[in-house]
């Protein structure tokens, strides 16, 4: 995370660029889902972010 004014508001995001297979995004909570393409997400502690592959990134709390 990062302390900004930007349109994150400092938060943590998540930004598909284009990737082939999608990069799928479960929040604790909340139902996965795949990103869309260009469409940054805020990240809620507790993400996890399925690059594929078997590669995933949890967020964790600061």
């Known amino acids: ?5 930007g ?3 400092g938060s943590a995001v998540v930004t ?3 990737s082939t297979n999608g990069t799928l995004l479960t929040q604790p909570g909340l139902p996965q ?3 869309r393409p ?3 997400v805020q ?3 507790g ?3 399925d690059l594929g592959d078997g ?3 949890a967020v964790d709390r600061p």
């Not at 995370?1 to 004014?5: I, T, V």
């Open 55 to 57: 590669l995933t990134i």
């Open 7 to 9: 349109a994150d508001h």
């Open 1 to 5: 995370m990062r302390p900004g004014s």
């Open 16 to 18: 598909d660029l284009g």
């Open 47 to 49: 993400a996890v972010i």
């Open 33 to 35: 889902e795949p990103l």
């Open 38 to 40: 260009g469409i940054p």
């Open 43 to 45: 990240l809620l502690p």
